[in-house]
């Protein structure tokens, strides 16, 4: 692993950051031990899911601090560095589908009563193969996207602030980040997380507006930006292979929509519009992180409400982020938009570029002591809720819907619940719920390892853009799983065989492109290195941008999907009650999925015909049935809302609806 040779020696911390950023750590920790402390932790649902009665202002809050982590403080910024504001549309166009969570995917969800999604598609599909197969994916998503793509940008913060060039303290900085981030997910659950997600979210915002504010002040202002970022290039730049100089700002770099043409933009406008819906939809209304902050709200208007203010939030990163990253390309040209790989390799280690150091050299130049320990602070917040949100999914989804499954035999009831879908009666060697929020907590352990060790590949990847990065195995990996949820949510003829040979289709194709991407790593701008991919390589990799292959890896497992489902038996009405959106307000009893059962043999009759009295066996079975009738109109309960809070939620939707087509027909 290359180090960090930064101009300078010691660190450029002062006594006055090192007090500010002590302060945060102890607010945070106090407000992360009091939570903690009130918590119903010592329950599966206190602690996964907060015993569902979360508010919805802390609910919003935590869903926009789980997406803002230090992967977007670096990606987004660095983004905004090399390309302008084309990078916004991810965050301007993830508006639409937290509407779309809240109003569609979440009433399904709330009524089905499921803690994972996993768990929903088993109940959805029947059968243990999708359920397994999504939570190993899920996992393996989280390592390569999330937790190990934040670890590397809070370290390398981190790293730059100290002034530190080694790779030892690279890995002490992860180290220490990740015993705080763990503290807090395997103390207090669910509860903890969403609480210090709202406070640290206040910190996130105020900080980022004070060098925002800065920045903007010393590249005279917005204005200025426009007028002085084409001409932000480094003072030694390389030269393609077709001749071309490196490092050159694209000309539409204050607009969001551009070239489709293949190696023109990275941004193509097709790709931009209908492939990044279909990661959206996975990232905003599939993926456990975010789905579980409002599986715990303590109804549907709160959980609507929770995913308005993350609406409104999602306006800031434009300029919170990408615009000063922006500003630091003109403040620091030869540093963030280094166009060598000689020079690149000397500033930050990566040969392919170094603008993701854009956010860090805003902090570490411009800030004065005190307000710089601020910045680093609001970098480990960052870093801190993206971390504690995705541990605790990622823990909750291993502890339901894995170790259930291998400690229960077969049982796929909870703790505390049915057995087999709610057929009544124990499950014979159901783990307690002691030994799960064990396992849940020591997982998080294994998580972390797991993620250190991908590290490296991210610093050595071809892309010197992390945000680049991270959407690109999105794509590769997401598609099916959003495919076979929309079809689950709304079309109720879909079955188990069809959404599994679906994922399946889809998972062969992803991972070959998965492969392709990283096996054969482009040589940066400048090199001396020539381009020895094989044609076809470079044809399907260069050729087929990740978010168009993002669509038709969407429509290939759709059409398999759709296809292998009329070929097979539909599922029976009584088993889809409360779980597609059509029936998410039905309050019949649903009857269980399960295998068909082989023809009791004439032992087995004999037996049922000694067994216990017949009329005591048919009281026991109506009081079972009459549970179950309350307990599904206890789920639809969930779901109602008053008429005020109804009108206020769906009001508030529409104005954020309409705000954000604005600005993405302004900008496009």
């Known amino acids: 692993m290359e180090g960090l040779t930064l101009a300078g020696e010691g660190s450029k911390l002062g006594w006055a950051d090192v007090a500010v950023i002590a302060c945060y750590f102890v607010c945070v920790l106090a407000v992360g031990l009091y939570s903690s402390y009130k918590s119903q932790r010592g329950t599966v649902s206190g602690y996964f899911l907060a015993a569902r009665g979360m508010h919805w202002l802390p609910v919003g809050a935590s869903l926009f601090a789980s997406n803002i982590g230090s992967g977007h403080f670096i990606g987004l910024a660095g983004s905004g560095a090399a390309s302008g504001l084309a990078v916004n549309l991810y965050e301007q ?150 001749n071309r100089t490196c490092g050159e700002p694209p000309e539409d770099f204050f607009h969001f929509l551009r070239s489709s043409t293949p190696g023109v933009s990275n941004y193509p406008w097709i790709g931009m519009i209908f492939g990044l819906r279909i990661n959206s939809i996975w990232y905003w209304c599939t993926d456990q992180v975010i789905v579980q902050r409002t599986l715990a709200s303590r109804n549907l208007s709160h959980a609507k409400a929770g995913c308005i203010v993350a609406g409104y939030l999602k306006f800031l990163p434009m300029w919170l982020l990408i615009i000063p990253g ?70 909750t989804i291993f502890t339901l819907d894995v170790w259930m499954l291998i400690r229960g035999r077969g049982c796929v009831g909870r703790a505390g619940g049915r057995c087999c879908g709610g057929g009544g009666g124990a499950c014979a060697g159901r783990p307690t719920d002691r030994e799960l929020l064990v396992v849940g907590r020591l997982f998080v352990v294994v998580l972390v390892a797991i993620s250190v060790i991908w590290i490296p590949v991210i610093q050595n990847t071809g892309s010197s853009q992390l945000f680049t990065y991270i959407q690109s195995i999105s794509s590769f990996l997401a ?67 990740f978010l168009h292959f993002s669509l038709i890896l969407w429509f290939l497992t759709g059409v398999v999907t759709i296809s292998v489902s009329l070929l097979t038996p539909p599922i029976p009405k009584e088993c889809l009650y409360r779980l597609t959106f059509w029936s998410r307000k039905d309050t019949r009893v649903r009857r269980p999925l399960r295998p068909p059962r082989p023809p009791a043999t004439q032992q087995e009759t004999e037996m049922i015909r000694a067994g216990p009295d017949r009329v005591e066996e048919g009281k026991k079975k109506e009081e079972e049935e009459e549970e179950r009738r309350r307990e599904a109109v206890k789920a639809v309960e969930i779901l109602k809302e008053t008429p005020t809070w109804r009108r206020v939620v769906n009001w508030n939707a529409v104005i954020c609806l309409v705000i954000s087509t604005f600005v993405v027909g302004f900008f496009a």
């Open 93 to 242: 166009g993830s508006i639409y589908t937290i509407m779309m969570l809240g109003w569609l995917f979440v009433p399904v969800y709330l009524a089905a009563g499921v803690y994972t999604m996993p768990e929903y598609l088993r109940l959805r599909f029947g059968g243990q193969r999708i359920r397994v197969y999504l939570s190993f994916l899920a996992l393996l998503l989280y390592i390569f996207t999330k937790i190990s793509a934040d670890l590397y940008a809070g370290a390398l913060f981190i790293q730059l602030a100290l002034n530190k060039s080694s790779a030892e303290w690279l890995y002490l900085s992860i180290l220490f980040l990740l015993v705080v981030a763990a503290a807090f997910t395997i103390a207090g659950g669910l509860t903890a997380v969403v609480w210090t997600d709202f406070v640290q979210t206040i910190l996130m915002v105020l900080g980022a507006l004070v060098l925002m504010t800065l920045a903007l002040k010393e590249v005279g202002g917005l204005q200025g930006l426009v007028e002085k970022y084409p001409l932000a290039t480094a003072a030694v730049r390389g030269v393609d292979t077709l």
């Open 326 to 395: 922006m500003a630091a390309r003109v403040l620091f040209p030869n540093r963030v938009a280094c166009a060598s790989p000689e020079e690149c390799l000397a500033i930050c280690g990566s040969a392919a570029g170094c603008s993701n150091i854009a956010y860090p050299e805003l902090v570490i130049n411009l800030l004065p002591t005190g307000l710089a320990g601020l910045m680093l602070a609001v970098m480990m917040a960052a870093l801190m809720t993206s971390l504690t949100s995705i541990f605790n999914s990622a823990s």
């Open 479 to 545: 598609p099916p799983i959003a495919a076979v949820f929309i079809l689950a949510v709304f079309w109720p003829r879909a079955t188990e065989p069809g959404a599994f040979w679906g994922l399946m289709a889809g998972l062969a194709v992803g991972l070959c492109r998965f492969v392709l991407q990283f096996a054969y790593v482009v040589p940066p701008c400048g090199s001396d290195v020539s381009d020895t991919r094989p044609w076809l390589i470079r044809q399907v990799v260069d050729g087929v941008h």
